[in-house]
């Protein structure tokens, strides 16, 4: 296979940034995410996918240890495989809860990403059912949720690029070795495990983290955008409605798969408590993007156009100029909170 | 409950599809509203929204507002504030799924509890094309879905996304059925006018076989 991090004759002035950083004995996460905040380049799929890892806790990011540290990593991931995985898969799905949950997850593996070609390959909708599975049993206070089968897709992808050392949109399933996807399959259930530990809430029962992130949405857009909040309100639309999926899928689906993954690099590099709150704040100036027009629109065509953002062109340029103004706009709020505050 | 909004149509319902989930909810409502399945099937999450306006045979139009739910117990409370008003449900089950239809009591609680208390329910037997072509797939009798409806006041039919069987009628009946019931509430009340004829029929509905020709 051509090798994607060698095709360039020179590599990018960001790409060498990340190179220098990654190439240290010892890697400062700080710098890493610094760096990682205004994307990874996307001619190196290696890069990205070390940098995440390395974030997310599964790579050390002292060297040495590195092989070490992997290795204990998948014989933890195997051990639990063995014993969440083995004993259900062995006898068919029955009654029972576990049963129920690896049904449900069955149910969603075929409907999940099916704009990209890889999750219609069995080996991955295989390996992606583990994974939901063995997090969903990890996790019983939110069990299974639909929507999860959707965060965990651009783990598998950008591992598995990596892997491959392609680009993701050229990923040949059948070019990879059980032990490649042994080794993708680890990583991304503990890149997930970590990544969804700051928003676990979303999925628990009355799903309250949700709740609140639409409320501070609601109060972000009554400040600074009155009109639009107003227009809102008169037309009877609902915040919980307009906004949901947003929060719950991590405008997975709003976006075209690579300006997810554009997106996903911000939230990774976001500081140690989380990306939740700035999710928040992606989401009003995503929102206040389309103001002009929803201004303009009655109940049932906004209804009809949130649900169906015209994004489909998007590309990185669009999220780069959203995550800069979701940055200000966070940052004059937690300077001074009532600052804006019209009453 | 019908309320003239704008010019283009008469009556506005707003109608609920439940059911537990993958028992075929959004196809059904694709291949109502576009006349096509899904290009890129996804899991509901949280509520969807279509519309489609339909003729009435004495003249007029009924729009029809629907909400597609996610079906999946976790998004309960989320799902069920849009219950809120509906005047009619398509309560949908898996024919080839026991389970999926012995939910069925609890969705039609929770939806006389949160929706309008005359709530109009449509219960749909799905992918009856699974059966037709493999007998031994069925897990639900239509006798014994009858009964059920029966029992509790509802209707019943069974439908196929995938062939189209009985798609149209099932959303269509429903909304003639909230028609029909509304009007008959509004001569018991006398408050309509007195010109208004009993037995209207939503235009282009036969039970059985619509090919689903909708240019929409
Ligand atoms: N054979 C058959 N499969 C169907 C039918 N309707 C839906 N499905 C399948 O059932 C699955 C779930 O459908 P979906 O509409 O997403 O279900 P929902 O969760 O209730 O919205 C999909 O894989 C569909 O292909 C049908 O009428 N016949
Ligand atoms: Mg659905």
């Given at each position: 296979?051509?090798?994607?991090?060698?095709?360039?004759?020179?590599?990018?002035?960001?790409?060498?940034?990340?190179?220098?950083?990654?190439?240290?004995?010892?890697?400062?996460?700080?710098?890493?995410?610094?760096?990682?905040?205004?994307?990874?380049?996307?001619?190196?799929p290696k890069v990205r996918a070390q940098s995440w890892q390395m974030l997310l806790g599964y790579l050390p990011?002292?060297?040495?240890?590195?092989?070490?540290?992997?290795?204990?990593?998948?014989?933890?991931?195997?051990?639990?495989?063995?014993?969440?995985?083995?004993?259900?898969?062995?006898?068919?799905?029955?009654g029972d809860v576990d049963g129920a949950i690896l049904r449900q997850i069955r149910l969603d593996i075929p409907r999940t990403s099916p704009g990209l070609p890889i999750f219609g390959h069995q080996r991955i909708q295989q390996l992606l059912e583990r994974i939901l599975f063995i997090w969903s049993l990890r996790h019983p206070a939110s069990g299974y949720v639909q929507g999860i089968n959707d965060l965990a897709t651009p783990f598998v992808v950008v591992l598995l690029a990596s892997e491959l050392d392609c680009l993701p949109e050229e990923i040949n399933v059948d070019a990879a070795s059980d032990d490649t996807l042994d080794a993708v399959e680890a990583g991304a259930y503990w890149c997930l495990t970590k990544f969804l530990s700051d928003i676990q809430d979303h999925y628990t029962s009355g799903q309250p983290g949700i709740q609140q992130m639409v409320a501070k949405l609601r109060e972000i857009v009554h400040r600074i955008d009155q009109k639009l909040y107003d227009h809102l309100e008169e037309q009877g639309l609902d915040f919980l409605q307009l906004s949901f999926r947003w929060m719950n899928c991590l405008l997975l689906r709003e976006f075209p798969f690579p300006c997810v993954i554009r997106?996903?690099?911000?939230?990774?590099?976001?500081?140690?408590?989380?990306?939740?709150?700035?999710?928040?704040?992606?989401?009003?100036?995503?929102?206040?993007?389309?103001?002009?027009?929803?201004k303009q629109m009655d109940y049932q065509q906004l209804m009809l156009f949130m649900q169906k953002l015209p994004t489909g062109k998007w590309r990185n340029q669009e999220i780069e100029t959203l995550l800069a103004e979701a940055f200000v706009l966070k940052s004059l709020f937690h300077s001074s909170p009532n600052h804006l505050n019209p009453r | 409950?019908?309320?003239?909004?704008?010019?283009?149509?008469?009556?506005?319902?707003?109608?609920?599809?439940?059911?537990?989930?993958?028992?075929?909810?959004?196809?059904?409502?694709?291949?109502?509203?576009?006349?096509?399945?899904?290009?890129?099937?996804?899991?509901?999450?949280?509520?969807?929204?279509?519309?489609?306006?339909?003729?009435?045979?004495?003249?007029?139009?009924?729009?029809?507002?629907?909400?597609?739910?996610?079906?999946?117990?976790?998004?309960?409370?989320?799902?069920?504030?849009?219950?809120?008003?509906?005047?009619?449900?398509?309560l949908v089950y898996d024919i080839t799924r026991e389970g999926t239809f012995k939910s069925c009591t609890k969705w039609m609680e929770e939806l006389r509890q949160s929706a309008e208390p005359d709530i109009v329910i449509m219960l749909v037997g799905n992918k009856v094309d699974l059966v037709e072509k493999d007998p031994s797939l069925r897990q639900v009798y239509f006798d014994a879905a009858h009964e059920f409806a029966k029992l509790h006041g509802l209707i019943f039919e069974e439908a196929s996304a995938v062939t189209s069987h009985n798609v149209k009628y099932i959303f269509?009946?429903?909304?003639?059925?909230?028609?029909?019931?509304?009007?008959?509430?509004?001569?018991?009340?006398?408050?309509?006018?007195?010109?208004?004829?009993?037995?209207?029929?939503?235009?282009?509905?036969?039970?059985?076989?619509?090919?689903?020709?909708?240019?929409?």
């Open positions: 296979m051509q090798s994607a991090s060698s095709t360039g004759t020179q590599r990018s002035a960001k790409a060498q940034k990340f190179h220098r950083l990654l190439s240290l004995p010892t890697v400062d996460l700080a710098a890493l995410r610094e760096l990682l905040w205004s994307g990874a380049p996307e001619e190196d990011p002292v060297q040495d240890r590195q092989p070490s540290g992997l290795q204990k990593k998948r014989e933890e991931y195997e051990e639990l495989r063995r014993r969440h995985y083995l004993p259900v898969e062995a006898e068919a799905p029955s997106l996903w690099d911000t939230y990774i590099a976001e500081p140690l408590e989380g990306f939740s709150s700035f999710h928040v704040y992606v989401c009003a100036v995503f929102l206040i993007y389309w103001s002009p027009q929803l | 409950m019908a309320a003239v909004h704008e010019d283009d149509y008469d009556y506005l319902y707003k109608v609920v599809l439940v059911g537990d989930a993958t028992v075929g909810k959004t196809h059904l409502l694709s291949r109502y509203i576009k006349g096509s399945l899904p290009k890129n099937p996804t899991a509901t999450i949280g509520v969807e929204f279509a519309t489609r306006t339909v003729p009435l045979a004495v003249g007029g139009t009924v729009k029809a507002q629907i909400w597609d739910t996610a079906g999946q117990e976790r998004y309960r409370a989320i799902t069920s504030a849009h219950y809120r008003r509906a005047v009619g449900a398509l269509e009946h429903l909304l003639q059925e909230i028609y029909d019931q509304t009007s008959k509430r509004r001569e018991q009340q006398s408050i309509d006018n007195s010109n208004m004829v009993g037995g209207i029929q939503v235009a282009a509905i036969g039970p059985k076989n619509d090919s689903c020709d909708n240019s929409c």
